[in-house]
């Protein structure tokens, strides 16, 4: 597996099943966030997509170490009013599952890799109007996360 995908899988392992207690008009529930690595189009009005993704070579012969770098979105589309509390206790829910003490993730070993020394790197929100299907207000939250990734 080369350390793209093991990155990317790892996040994607830790993600799933991402249940979130948000208030989505009717009081406060447990909701299920889908979460993707690749996905053109979208149904739902709440996801969670992995997206740019880059890696950096920092290693110190013989052991092979990358930086990995990947972004997680966090879309959320309303049709009435543009809040940016929901995918802030999505993001909280996020970070929480990647990160358990600074520098230290939940990722489990990948084929060929190890991936640790994980950081919040940084963290945008936005709003636009989209106007295909119908449109909306989304509200985004782009989480940037960075890894070390050693080669096995």
């Known amino acids: ?3 793209e ?3 990317r899988q790892a996040v994607l392992d830790v993600l799933l099943n991402l249940t979130v207690n948000i208030d989505l008009g009717s009081g406060v529930q447990s909701v299920v966030i889908p979460v993707y690595d690749n996905k053109l189009e979208s149904d739902e ?8 993704q880059t890696a950096q070579n920092e290693s110190a012969f013989p052991v092979l170490i990358w930086r ?6 966090i879309y959320h589309t309303q049709q009435d009013s543009a809040t940016f509390d929901i995918i802030d206790a999505i993001g909280e829910e996020v970070e929480n599952k990647i990160i358990n003490a600074p520098g230290i993730s ?7 890799w190890q991936i640790s020394n994980t950081y919040l790197n940084s963290v ?3 709003k636009y109007q989209e106007y295909k299907d119908g449109g909306g207000t989304v509200v985004q939250k782009i989480m940037q996360f960075s890894s070390q990734l050693i080669k096995k």
Do not use: D, W
């Open 1 to 3: 597996m080369n350390r």
């Open 5 to 7: 995908k093991a990155h």
């Open 45 to 52: 009005n709440i996801y969670v997509l992995l997206e740019a």
């Open 68 to 73: 990995g770098i990947i972004e997680v979105s």
């Open 106 to 112: 939940n990722f489990a070993p990948q084929t060929g």
């Open 124 to 126: 945008n929100s936005l």
